[in-house]
């Protein structure tokens, strides 16, 4: 999974890699704090992370993958027990990092891209 230095370079990849960390960030705060990440949290996210990587979206778009992120991630929480769901908040954090690779992490970045394609039929 690229995130930082290697960003996907086009605008599809980027939308694929900012839902999949948004989602995992909502999965890492639900699992540690036992709270999901508020609308105004999670844009907040979403505009730090591409700033960092000196991307820009615009700000409904940027709402837009927030609230997909929020409703994959608590799919994902409501198919799991706490354990699963703490390992697989921890693939996916891990899996933020270029270097790592990860066949559960691939498979959620898998099916974000499903999210956005239906998302674009269904539009």
Known sequence: MQMRDNMPSNQRGIRVALLFALAAYRLQGYYEHGQWLTDAQGGTLASEWLERSKISMPFDERR????????????????????????????????LDPIYYSEIAESLLDACKRILDEQITSS
């Open 64 to 95: 837009r993958l927030s609230s997909l992120s929020d409703q994959f991630a608590r799919d994902i929480a409501s198919q799991l027990s706490r354990e699963a769901g703490l390992y697989t908040a921890h693939e996916m954090m891990e899996a």
